[in-house]
């Protein structure tokens, strides 16, 4: 399957056949060793027949159960340790509110050889290189296709969830009655069974996952693992329809595995985590990538005690002592979501905790409803999702504000989240509530990851991951980082893309109304509002400007694959066009763009009109897959007043979508916001610095003070904007330099100001500003990857050897796309 696919070089494979089988839900439990720096464990997947075989489950407009519980309550787990010799008598002894994954435990006695089958009981995992079997069998076995790298598959087998105590009330539903008694199939009826409950009987349903992902093997299955698949067979079973539906993989992740980072946090400690990698889960757990594989998952995650495990889950876990110094921690998720959005984080975390309440009362009341109750109507009508426990249905849930929340951060940053983080998530939150309405998620765990995160920010479900970038200078940069992320949590998360080349989908609509809740957590009145995003607009405008003026071609175009957009092949594997370049994940065409199209068709229509629009984009598509022309569709249907200015979707799509380059409609618009007020202000001052800088060349250090100018105090965004212009500046001399950053206190601003400092730092050769340069190359590793080019660039020996030493210190942690870049610029 590989070879048929034939992706070039940078382009990601999508191995597994989704169109054939579908995950519907992973049991994981994993072991973190910090000594080997490996995660090991089993998975248990429960499929369902795919598309191409007849209808898996109660896929389509079927509507979600409206209830009025918050999520399915389940109570923290508690271990469960049971013997799974006897496959006749299997049960499991956890209550509905108490469900557990069974934990391996005692690593010498119930972790291995009780999970395995009869057969295989006294060898242990070493056993399950026979199941690799490469003998030639034709075409006649059907074979199930995982996406997996830098994984040791051990043993794959076949789950009895048959011999669970109780299942039987699955075998006996009307569905059943005429179904052939035989075991396999009595097995695959049961999974699709549990797999199609009710979202209100949800608790029950995570309750028998677990039960069933105890239960003994019943023969092992053959497999083979490829550079990007692992590829899962039963000899003699020939269709979906009569290959297992419940199978259980042992395996190990790999200590250079690209999933996961492992690294120490700034504190010093060890901790791994999820980085947001260009090849997403694939090696951490074997799993189906495509995002049509909308999958829910449990997890139990055992590690030693002192460590905290965050992860993408609907409760706040709480560890359970399992023996002396290990601690194990369960999460589980009920919205179904792409296997790519799993996140995990394990290190000695501390959370920061609410010295005082205020900040969170005050954010009930502050931000008046901009929407209509009319927009509630929504509520009222049923989901065009899978069934899941909906928050849209949930009354409840339509009038939170603000959900709960929690900070983690290495010890000694723990001040620093104190200072604004804090104070910031509640007024954010509500912002968002306020634009959008009803939160998709119950919770939000918000982390400060370690200095080798290659983005400022990264959402996943019920949590955020911030870069520690984001702490220092003031609340600015937290604030609109955190309103980005937190937007996500509807656009890319609760609404994703059916192909995932259409990024701007999620990160276009993140940054337009990252710009929306901050005016709104800040409490701007309209004009200040508006001048605060046409300044951003104009910083965007010069972003995208030098962007499309250093990048490829080929990967400024928004739908590379135009009109087959979304299109696989006929098992369902694809690839993703360019999804392994490594200068992609540092391109910020997709957010551009996205975010400038966004902003045409909301000037268009107004504010209130587009956000309006907006909220019934949500109300309509979450919980599902979308393409471009979703969206474009229902915003003409939506609002006439486009269709009348000659706007269609195929025009859109010729202008903003399918060319590279800047936008037709963009060049027309782009010099307009050079006559806001608040970059008037900063075009003023900047005449004073060019003035200035003019003098000190001319006169003696006598004569400076006489000659000294009163310099307006700036916004952040009119300082990035001011250091930006005297980048276009051939010659500031050194007393300028040093004037300029005593005036501003530059190396105390938030990092998008200090990264143009030390850009103005680079280019004019301002030696003593060389030690800001290094401790922004060490400590801003998200922002400084093009600086080092920069250093080698002006062939200066001592900017060279700067640059040099400054990889050297962080190659080993650096995330590697940003090493492999660098490395290119250096080297």
Same mark, same amino acid.
């Given at each position: 399957m590989e070879a048929k696919l034939d992706p070039t070089k940078d382009d990601l494979p999508l191995m597994a056949n989704t169109s054939h089988m579908l995950v519907k839900h992973y049991v994981l439990n994993l072991d973190v060793d910090f000594k080997s720096q490996v995660i090991e464990g089993i998975i248990v997947l429960f499929l369902e027949t795919g598309s191409r075989y007849g209808k898996a489950s109660s896929i389509g407009r079927e509507g979600c159960l409206s209830h009025f519980n918050e999520t399915c309550k389940?109570?923290?787990?508690?271990?469960?340790?049971?013997?799974?010799?006897?496959?006749?008598?299997?049960?499991?002894? #956890?209550?509905?509110?108490?469900?557990?994954?069974?934990?391996?435990?005692?690593?010498?006695?119930?972790?291995?050889?009780?999970?395995?089958?009869?057969?295989?009981?006294?060898?242990?995992?070493?056993?399950?290189?026979? !199941?690799?079997?490469?003998?030639?069998?034709?075409?006649?076995?059907?074979?199930?296709?995982?996406? !997996?790298?830098?994984?040791?598959?051990?043993?794959?087998?076949?789950?009895?969830?048959?011999?669970?105590?109780?299942?039987?009330?699955?075998?006996?539903?009307?569905?059943?009655?005429?179904v052939s008694k035989e075991l396999e199939n009595l097995r695959n009826q049961i999974v699709h069974e549990l797999v199609t409950l009710p979202s209100d009987r949800c608790q029950e349903q995570l309750y028998y996952y677990s039960c069933c992902s105890q239960a003994p093997g019943c023969g092992e299955l053959l497999f083979t693992t490829g550079s990007w698949s692992l590829e899962i067979r039963k000899r003699g079973v020939q269709t979906p329809t009569d290959f297992p539906h419940a199978i259980r993989i042992w395996y190990r992740t790999k200590p250079e595995g690209r999933s996961v980072t492992w690294t120490t946090d700034q504190s010093g400690r060890p901790c791994v985590y999820t980085m947001g990698s260009p090849i997403n889960n694939r090696a951490l757990f074997p799993c189906q990538e495509p995002p049509i594989a909308l999958s829910t998952w449990q997890a139990s995650v055992r590690t030693s005690a002192g460590f905290v495990v965050l992860m993408s889950g609907e409760n706040s876990a709480e560890p359970v002592q399992l023996q002396e110094g290990i601690m194990s921690w369960h999460y589980y998720v009920t919205m179904p979501m792409p296997a790519s959005t799993f996140t995990i984080a394990v290190g000695c975390w501390q959370e920061v905790r609410q010295q005082c309440f205020t900040a969170a009362i005050q954010t009930e009341n502050e931000f008046p409803m901009p929407f209509a109750q009319a927009d509630f109507r929504w509520h009222k009508e049923s989901c065009g999702h899978v069934e899941y426990p909906c928050r849209f249905q949930n009354p409840a849930a339509a009038l939170q504000r603000v959900i709960p929340y929690r900070v983690f951060a290495p010890l000694c940053l723990m001040e620093r989240c104190e200072e604004h983080l804090l104070q910031l998530i509640p007024q954010c939150l509500s912002a968002a509530y306020s634009t959008l309405g009803t939160h998709p998620f119950s919770r939000l765990d918000v982390l400060i990851v370690p200095s080798n995160f290659s983005s400022l920010g990264m959402a996943s479900p019920h949590i955020i991951f911030l870069s520690q970038s984001v702490l220092p200078g003031g609340s600015h940069l937290c604030g609109t980082r955190l309103c980005h992320e937190i937007a996500h949590s509807w656009f890319g998360l609760a609404i994703g893309a059916r192909d995932w080349t259409e990024e701007w989908l999620s990160e276009g609509f993140a940054t337009f109304l990252e710009d929306v809740f901050w005016v709104r957590a800040q409490q701007l009145s309209q004009d200040e509002g508006k001048e605060q995003q046409e300044l951003k607009a104009l910083l965007r405008w010069q972003r995208l400007k030098d962007e499309v003026q250093n990048s490829e071609e080929e990967l400024q175009v928004l739908r590379p694959h135009k009109e087959s957009t979304g299109e696989v092949s006929e098992s369902g594997a694809s690839v993703v066009k360019h999804g392994l370049k490594?200068?992609?994940?540092?391109?910020?065409?997709?957010?551009?763009?996205?975010?400038?199209?966004?902003?045409?068709?909301?000037?268009?229509? *107004?504010?209130?009109?587009?956000?309006?629009?907006?909220?019934?984009?949500?109300?309509?598509?979450?919980?599902?897959?979308?393409?471009?022309?979703?969206?474009?569709?229902?915003?003409?249907?939506?609002?006439?007043?486009?269709?009348?200015? *000659?706007?269609?979707?195929?025009?859109?799509?010729?202008?903003?979508l399918d060319t590279s380059g800047i936008p037709k409609p963009l060049l027309e618009e782009g010099e307009t916001w050079k006559e806001c007020r608040l970059v008037r202000q900063v075009s003023a001052e #900047?005449?004073?610095?060019?003035?200035?800088?003019?003098?000190?060349?001319?006169?003696?250090?006598?004569?400076?003070?006489?000659?000294?100018? #009163?310099?307006?105090?700036?916004?952040?965004?009119?300082?990035?904007?001011?250091?930006?212009?005297?980048?276009?500046?051939?010659?500031?001399?050194?007393?300028?330099?040093?004037?300029?950053?005593?005036?501003?206190?530059?190396?105390?601003?938030?990092?998008?100001?200090?990264?143009?400092?030390?850009?103005?730092?680079?280019?004019?050769?301002? #030696?003593?500003?060389?030690?800001?340069?290094?401790?922004f190359l060490r400590e801003d590793q998200a922002m400084g990857v093009y600086l080092y080019g920069e250093l080698m660039v002006n062939e200066d020996a001592k900017q060279q050897e700067l640059a040099y030493k400054c990889f050297a210190a962080a190659r080993e942690q650096m995330d590697m796309s940003s090493a492999k870049v660098v490395a290119e610029m250096l080297f």
């Open positions: 389940t109570g923290a787990p508690e271990p469960c340790h049971i013997p799974l010799s006897n496959a006749s008598g299997f049960s499991c002894e #956890v209550e509905y509110n108490d469900f557990a994954v069974c934990s391996k435990g005692e690593k010498d006695t119930s972790g291995r050889n009780g999970n395995h089958s009869n057969e295989e009981q006294a060898s242990g995992i070493s056993s399950s290189k026979s !199941c690799c079997d490469t003998e030639s069998h034709g075409n006649k076995d059907f074979l199930l296709v995982l996406d !997996c790298c830098d994984l040791s598959v051990l043993k794959v087998e076949e789950v009895d969830i048959a011999a669970v105590s109780g299942i039987e009330k699955f075998a006996t539903s009307t569905k059943l009655m005429d490594a200068e992609k994940i540092f391109m910020q065409v997709h957010y551009l763009k996205g975010y400038f199209l966004l902003r045409s068709l909301a000037s268009t229509l *107004g504010e209130a009109s587009y956000l309006a629009s907006l909220r019934k984009f949500v109300h309509k598509f979450h919980g599902q897959l979308v393409l471009s022309q979703d969206f474009l569709s229902m915003l003409l249907e939506d609002i006439p007043e486009l269709k009348e200015s *000659g706007l269609t979707v195929e025009s859109i799509s010729q202008n903003w #900047v005449t004073k610095w060019i003035q200035a800088n003019w003098r000190i060349r001319k006169s003696s250090k006598k004569k400076r003070k006489q000659d000294e100018v #009163v310099f307006q105090k700036l916004l952040p965004d009119q300082l990035v904007l001011l250091l930006e212009y005297l980048l276009e500046e051939k010659t500031l001399c050194p007393r300028t330099l040093q004037h300029l950053e005593k005036t501003y206190q530059l190396h105390d601003q938030d990092a998008e100001v200090r990264h143009r400092w030390c850009e103005l730092v680079v280019k004019h050769k301002y #030696v003593p500003g060389y030690g800001d340069v290094e401790k």
